[in-house]
């Protein structure tokens, strides 16, 4: 076992420690830089398309949702789940990061949706011909609006069924989070020592 003796006044050493463990007791200033790197990380996540916090890419579209899907990728429909990324400090020690929208959980964690059965119609764009105006090189129709003078109505009826929806993790830590969360620690540590004086 090795041991270290320190003798004489040592005021000033127990100072400077007492100094870095008020500020290793209270991350407050460090989780709220933490708490924003996260944020703006999880929202850059969903626009890039992913992949999730562990690398791993998140599972396409099905053919059937890109028929009538409306926002730009992958978690991208209306930009609420997007807007909503939000962190919020649990006491001195820890930050939690999340949306508020329901439907967040089953986008994490995925899991299994129950439809009841329904009908109704759907308006599709035209050409002069009527032909059905399609997007993304002939992928899907076009939706038409109201206001559309070219247009052909279709009548669906869908039976009660259920929908698998895959995990697409938004949530988490990368590897570059981990760095990241590491140096802002480190820089809170470190500012602590920097601004301590002698008593």
Same mark, same amino acid.
């Given at each position: 076992?090795?041991?270290?003796?320190?003798?004489?006044? #040592?005021?000033?050493?127990?100072?400077? $420690?007492? /100094?870095?463990?008020?500020?290793?007791?209270?991350?407050? +200033? *460090? &989780?709220?830089?933490?708490?924003?790197?996260?944020? #703006?990380?999880?929202?850059?996540?969903? $626009?890039? /398309?992913?992949?999730?916090?562990?690398?791993?890419?998140? +599972? *396409? &579209?099905?053919?059937g949702?890109?028929?009538?899907?409306k926002?730009?990728?992958?978690?991208?429909?209306? /930009?609420?789940?997007?807007?909503?990324?939000t962190?919020?400090?649990?006491?001195?020690?820890?930050?939690?990061?999340g949306?508020?929208?329901?439907?967040?959980?089953?986008?994490?964690?995925?899991?299994?949706?129950?439809?009841?059965?329904?009908s109704?119609?759907?308006?599709?764009?035209?050409?002069?011909?009527?032909?059905?105006?399609?997007?993304?090189?002939?992928?899907?129709?076009?939706?038409?609006?109201?206001t559309?003078?070219?247009?052909?109505?279709r009548?669906f009826?869908?039976?009660?069924?259920?929908?698998?929806?895959?995990?697409?993790?938004?949530?988490?830590m990368?590897?570059?989070?981990?760095?990241?969360?590491?140096?802002?620690?480190?820089?809170?540590?470190?500012?602590?020592?920097?601004?301590?004086k002698?008593p």
């Open positions: 076992m090795v041991q270290i003796k320190i003798e004489g006044n #040592t005021r000033i050493l127990a100072h400077a $420690l007492q /100094g870095l463990a008020r500020a290793a007791q209270d991350l407050s +200033p *460090a &989780l709220g830089h933490i708490g924003e790197a996260m944020k #703006t990380s999880t929202q850059n996540r969903i $626009l890039a /398309g992913g992949p999730g916090p562990d690398g791993q890419s998140w +599972p *396409a &579209l099905s053919p949702y890109l028929l009538i899907k926002g730009p990728g992958l978690l991208r429909e209306s /930009g609420q789940l997007l807007d909503t990324i962190w919020k400090l649990k006491g001195d020690q820890a930050v939690a990061i949306s508020n929208k329901v439907y967040a959980a089953i986008h994490q964690f995925g899991g299994i949706i129950k439809l009841g059965a329904r109704g119609s759907l308006r599709l764009r035209t050409d002069a011909k009527g032909q059905l105006l399609r997007q993304g090189g002939g992928k899907g129709a076009i939706f038409a609006k109201k559309h003078k070219r247009f052909v109505e009548v009826e869908s039976a009660a069924h259920e929908v698998t929806m895959p995990a697409r993790p938004f949530l988490g990368s590897l570059k989070d981990q760095d990241e969360t590491l140096a802002i620690i480190r820089e809170h540590l470190q500012r602590a020592l920097e601004n301590l002698r």
